[in-house]
T-cell receptor
Framework: NAGVMQNPRHLVRRRGQEARLRCSPM?????VYWYRQLPEEGLKFMVY????????ESGMPKERFSAEFPKEGPSILRIQQVVRGDSAAYFC?????????????FGPGTRLTVT | GENVEQHPSTLSVQEGDSAVIKCTYS??????FPWYKQELGKRPQLIID?????GEKKDQRIAVTLNKTAKHFSLHITETQPEDSAVYFC????????????FGPGTRLSVLP
């Protein structure tokens, strides 16, 4: 009964370092979404991926951020040369195979702190 | 693109009273509208959703209504309990635009005992 898994749950990085956030979708789910949530704010869409394919990255910053969802293994959100403004909770969500009305289920999130 | 507004931003009700949260969306092609509850420090959890071909859906104390013409949908919680206290987010998804979900800014609900 494994839900969406994310690791690490907490990540501390110094300015200029790289952050790698991992997301394993629910069993049977092939779609992954990444969101960023700043303290006391809402969920901001970043990117939507299927296996080996980026479907929509309209919410991704143009620089330093990238995401992938390989054929094998978890989806990874990578943030290069982190800055203090990257500190936030990053949630991924997964959903099953295509359909107009599919639900998405969230992981527990990774809380990134940039010092 | 899609834009989702949500009101009020904060809401306090007495235990046992009803709470109503309203959202509006801009993209007439949006066809799926979920509601999420997020407790402090936890993940958003889906509590109810509605599709564009349905006007109302109910699940025990929670109901959602959708007015496609006016492009707004609402969450209704009856007989509120202290454990209903959380931040609630509405969202809209347009299958024809970007295929992603756009979330409202959230409503912080406090149920006072």
């Amino acid at each position: 009964n494994a839900g969406v898994m994310q690791n690490p749950r907490h990540l501390v990085r110094r300015r200029g370092q790289e952050a790698r956030l991992r997301c394993s979708p629910m069993k049977g789910h092939s779609h992954v979404y990444w969101y960023r949530q700043l303290p006391e704010e809402g969920l901001k869409f970043m990117v939507y991926l299927q296996k080996e394919n980026i479907i929509d990255e309209s919410g991704m910053p143009k620089e330093r951020f990238s995401a992938e969802f390989p054929k094998e293994g978890p989806s990874i959100l990578r943030i290069q040369q982190v800055v203090r403004g990257d500190s936030a909770a990053y949630f991924c969500a997964s959903s099953p195979s295509p359909g107009q009305y599919f639900e998405q289920y969230f992981g527990p999130g990774t809380r990134l702190t940039v010092t | 693109g899609e834009n989702v507004e949500q009101h009020p931003s904060t809401l306090s009700v007495q235990e046992g009273d009803s709470a109503v949260i309203k959202c509006t969306y801009s993209d007439s092609a949006s066809n799926y509208f979920p509601w999420y509850k997020q407790e402090l420090g936890k993940r958003p959890q889906l509590i109810i959703d509605i599709r564009s071909n349905v006007g109302e859906k109910k699940d025990q104390r929670i109901a959602v209504t959708l007015n496609k013409t006016a492009k707004h949908f609402s969450l209704h919680i009856t007989e509120t309990q202290p454990e209903d206290s959380a931040v609630y987010f509405c969202a809209a998804r347009s299958y024809n635009y970007g295929q992603n979900f756009v979330f409202g800014p959230g409503t912080r609900l406090s149920v006072l005992p």
